[in-house]
């Protein structure tokens, strides 16, 4: 199966900072990977599908790059909402697979 | 829009337990539907899904032969019937929506609040 890496595993920052999130894929997935987001007690929210494309109601600072082997999630400024964590998944290898998850806290 | 699942609870290794999704403010019929776990603390780890018509059916390697999934489009309904449960089915059991229609295609855009299954 595809093994997603995601770094790092803590992303420290404060509001207003560019976070810069990273997925890797073990083998190419071409540009079908998605990011979700999920907080404490909530389920995963889809933010970001095929690679790049932002799903309706999610805030333009959020925006996802990348191809084949690697991919980037950027929150371009941090808002208080958006300390969680983070994970990646892919669906054009069998199975589809996710992410550990990154976790962006509060510095 | 929302899905809720039921059905969750304590079973002791080797038990079966039926959970179920029920569906509201979207086409049912028109999406395929999947569940995808998650144990405490950790990552997730997609299970099993299904076709908007049940023509296609997927399960992961680690449930194969022990689980089985339904829909009744009727009822708005998604259903999971596990087998032979191990402690390492323990887990918060979510019901997603596909994000792209009738047949899986594996992105996840509604997702209910879960239900959690103890194998102990």
């Known amino acids: 199966e595809t093994v997603l890496t995601q770094s790092p595993a803590t992303l420290s920052l404060s509001p207003g900072e560019r976070a810069t999130l990273s997925c890797s894929a073990s083998?190419?997935?071409?540009?079908?990977l998605a990011w979700y987001q999920q907080k404490p007690g909530q389920a995963p929210r889809l933010l970001i599908f095929?690679?790049?494309n932002r799903v309706t109601g999610i805030p333009a600072r959020f925006s996802g790059s990348g191809s084949g082997t690697d991919f980037t999630l950027t929150i371009s400024s941090l808002e208080a909402e958006d300390f969680a964590v983070y994970y990646c998944?892919?669906?054009?290898?069998?199975?589809?697979?996710f992410g550990p998850g990154t976790k962006v806290d509060i510095k | 829009v929302q899905l809720v699942e039921s059905g969750g609870g304590l079973v002791q290794p080797g038990g079966s337990l039926r959970i179920s999704c029920e569906a509201a403010?979207?086409?049912?019929?028109?999406?395929?539907m999947h569940w995808v776990r998650q144990v405490p603390g950790k990552g997730l780890e997609w299970v099993s899904g299904?076709?908007?018509?049940?023509?296609?059916?997927r399960y992961a390697d680690s449930v194969k032969g022990r689980f089985t999934i339904s829909r009744d489009n009727a009822k708005r309904s998604l259903f999971l019937i596990m087998n032979s449960l191990r402690p390492e089915d323990t887990a918060l059991y979510y019901c997603?929506?596909?994000?792209?229609?009738?047949?899986?295609?594996?992105?996840?855009?509604?997702w209910g609040q879960g239900t959690r299954i103890t194998v102990s």
């Open positions: 997603a929506k596909d994000y792209y229609g009738g047949d899986p295609l594996y992105g996840f855009n509604i």
């Open positions: 299904i076709s908007w018509n049940s023509e296609t059916i």
């Open positions: 095929d690679a790049s």
């Open positions: 083998q190419s997935v071409t540009t079908y």
């Open positions: 998944q892919q669906r054009y290898n069998w199975p589809p697979t």
């Open positions: 403010g979207f086409p049912f019929v028109e999406y395929a």
